[in-house]
């Protein structure tokens, strides 16, 4: 383990990470497998992403087009690098740890208009690139050896620009302190056989005439990178050949640490920062998933219901805690998507056939979802294992209420509020007990588990805390009907009442949650309930 009296206490490390040549190389996934590793030697690391993007967060933004909104403890709907960031080094973000274009003009904004310019002429330099690099400095947890920046988009990019002048600045004043590792592409040219160099080249390039020159470089490539290769990036871009590091494309995410760990990624940071050496990083747990997932020969066959299936990072914290769950029980997950306006009742047989286990995926709006209802049906009546999250607890619910309550013009309170059985609602007066300003509930609340119940059991525990992003509650004026009809409240929040977790004790496994249990389950720590709904899935196709 690494001494910490080599490094002056108090003094953390920056390591800023920037892109070039393209977007979508998977800076998220280097800057994560960076801080595993750091973290496995021993050192403490905070991680934080910034956005070039003019919007405050990412609450408005369309998944199809940039994936989950991920939200942390303290509510702050962020990007979805933050759920790889907290999945590799089972560590928990917050607010400072995803900042946006827009958090940073909008806060620079407020200071010109409260005066705290003193009638100076607002410009991007300094006031801009000051509030960037507080914020650089924000993200740094107690006592942290190293803060890794990831830097949104490439270089090049107008909206960027701000951001790499705030690395120039930070590396200008304390040259000892700071870092830069950027990440291209080594495209492979079918037609002439070769792996060109030159958008490698022209990128550093480009980052050079801003001011930033890179110690390490992170090339991406489909194909093995010869030594030669290596040598003529680190001579042409003006770095040492060890910091010259392969990434290779993985079958999985989580084979990327141990891939850039046989390339010396870590290395070659600490012997840029001057730090020794000493003992091989403690990641034996890692290693052990890895080879599980390669290794799992039994399959289980799962298949989820949203709204957008068709966009690879919509549900991205759902597929990996499914993942984890599945491979902790060495199984091998066979995740089928299905697009949920595609789903109806005369062909939900049909498409949810021969699954072990289905779940309905949370989102927002009208669209899909009488299709996720169709498939909490087909469930219930067929005793597969149901796991609903979000919205798509509350499809399950309505379903129940049309079709064993009696209760036929069940409505979500989000689709029509007007509907004579609106069974979740806005519940503004409730929230008010909250402290809350809107009717959204964003981050973390506690929820009170109910004796004897299947959740309690899974989790171990009788009050947990689990983060919420939903406008609509259950309408707890319902619950009696419910219970009659076999519904059972297994988890409620403590303040207010809200109904947070139902479950049918006479179904094989059927829970809902409103909360999102997927943000919080790790590759070290799978959710105790997705590792209770892979299990279901297995033990019922044996019976």
């Known amino acids: 383990m690494f001494d910490r009296n080599l490094v002056t206490m108090g003094q953390a490390r920056y390591i800023f990470v920037t892109g070039g040549v393209s977007s979508s190389l998977g800076k998220g996934i280097i800057v994560a497998s960076l801080g595993m590793l750091l973290q496995a030697r021993g050192f403490k690391v905070s991680i934080q992403k910034f956005d070039p993007y003019v919007n405050i967060n990412s609450g408005l933004l369309n998944p199809r087009e ?78 942290c050896d190293f803060v890794i920046s990831e830097i949104g988009g490439t270089v090049g990019d107008i909206e960027s620009l701000p951001f790499i002048e705030s690395i120039r600045q930070m590396v200008l004043d304390n040259p000892r302190e700071c870092l830069c590792i950027h990440l291209t592409y080594i495209p492979f040219l079918a037609a002439s056989q070769e792996l060109k160099t030159k958008p490698t080249q022209h990128s550093v390039k480009a980052l050079l005439e801003m001011g930033v020159l890179p110690d390490v470089l992170v090339l991406r490539t489909e194909h093995k990178l010869p030594k030669e290769l290596k040598r003529k990036v ?12 392969e990434a290779i494309g993985a079958s999985s995410i989580y084979e990327e640490p141990l891939n850039l760990y046989n390339e010396g990624l870590d290395k070659a940071v600490l012997r840029k920062f001057g730090i020794p050496l000493e003992k091989e990083p403690a990641f034996e747990g890692w290693k052990r998933f890895a080879n599980r997932m390669k290794r799992a020969a039994n399959v289980v066959r799962i298949g989820l219901v949203g709204k957008y299936v068709e966009a690879p990072d919509a549900y991205r914290s759902i597929s990996e805690a499914l993942l984890h769950a599945a491979v902790a029980q060495n199984l091998r997950l066979e995740l089928s998507l ?30 899909g979802g009488e299709g996720k209802i169709a498939a909490a049906k087909y469930a219930r009546i067929h005793n597969i294992p149901f796991f609903g999250i979000g919205l798509g607890m509350q499809c399950g619910l309505v379903e129940i209420a049309r079709n064993v309550v009696g209760l036929r013009d069940a409505e979500l309170g989000e689709v029509n509020g007007d509907a004579d059985h609106p069974i979740f609602a806005l519940m503004e007066k409730e929230k008010a007990a909250l402290k809350m300003t809107g009717t959204m509930r964003l981050g973390a609340y506690d929820c ?41 409240f297994s988890g409620v929040n403590p303040q207010t009442g809200f109904v947070e977790i139902v479950e049918m004790p006479s179904h094989r496994w059927y829970v809902g949650t409103l909360f999102q249990p997927e943000f919080k389950s790790t590759v070290m720590r799978p959710h105790p309930l997705f590792m209770g709904f892979v299990k279901a899935a297995v033990e019922g196709r044996e019976l």
Do not use: M, W
């Not at 759920?83 to 904004?109: A, M, P």
């Not at 680190?234 to 590091?245: D, I, M």
């Open 234 to 245: 680190a001579l042409f871009c003006n770095v040492t050949e060890n910091a010259v590091v």
């Open 66 to 143: 940039l994936g989950e909104c991920y939200v942390t403890d303290d509510g702050l709907e962020a990007d979805v690098d933050l759920g790889h960031y907290e999945r590799f080094l089972d560590v928990r973000t917050t607010k400072n740890s995803c900042v946006t274009s827009g958090r940073i003009y909008k806060s620079v904004i407020e200071k010109e208009r409260k005066g705290d310019y003193l009638g100076k002429t607002v410009q991007v330099i300094p006031h801009i690139t000051d509030e960037i690099k507080r914020r650089i400095k924000q993200g740094k947890a107690e006592d």
């Open 338 to 367: 299905f697009q949920a306006d595609q789903v109806t009742d005369e062909n939900v047989a049909k498409k949810l056939n021969g699954l072990d286990a289905v779940l309905v995926a949370p989102g927002f709006g009208q669209r």
């Open 448 to 488: 009170q588990l109910v004796e004897a119940s299947l959740v309690r059991e899974l989790y171990g525990a009788d009050c947990v805390s689990e983060r919420h992003r939903n406008r609509f509650e259950f309408d707890n004026q319902y619950r009696e009907v419910f219970e009659k009809a076999g519904v059972r």
